[in-house]
């Protein structure tokens, strides 16, 4: 089993800044797949960002290339999702996910096996 905990959510203006954690434990998580997805009210869970074990892939949605960026420390079992310029429309649950294969662009159900309890990322405008 893969356990996955975010942080580094909050309230911030637009144009900033935030950096988003996501801590993973369990003796598996050695060779997954982590991805970011979000979730806004009534919405359907939307991709954001994966990156793949090495580190040498990476993934973006469209509407936040050249904002937003993905990396990882193998050595502390973390992920990290800086996301600058933030929008009105970033505002969101994100979620932590982790899976084993290639980077997936999708978020719904069954393609990423493992997910965090999410962390709330609002900005005002």
């Known amino acids: 089993q893969v356990q996955l905990v975010e942080s580094g959510g909050g309230l911030v203006q637009a144009g900033g800044s935030l950096r988003l954690s996501c801590a993973a434990s369990?003796?598996?998580?050695?060779?997954?797949?982590v991805g970011w997805c979000r979730q806004q009210p009534g919405k359907e869970r939307e991709f954001v960002a994966a990156?793949?074990?090495?580190?040498?892939?990476?993934r973006y949605a469209d509407y936040v290339k050249g904002r937003f960026t993905i990396s990882r420390d193998n050595t502390k079992n973390t992920v990290y999702l800086q996301m600058n310029s933030l929008k009105a429309e970033d505002t969101a649950s994100y979620y932590c996910?982790?899976?084993?294969?290639?980077?997936?662009?999708?978020?719904?159900?069954?393609?990423?096996?493992?997910w965090g309890q999410g962390t709330q990322v609002t900005v005002s405008s």
């Open positions: 990156i793949t074990w090495t580190g040498t892939s990476t």
């Open positions: 369990g003796r598996i998580f050695s060779g997954q797949t």
């Open positions: 996910t982790a899976r084993f294969g290639p980077p997936v662009l999708s978020c719904v159900s069954g393609q990423y096996n493992y």
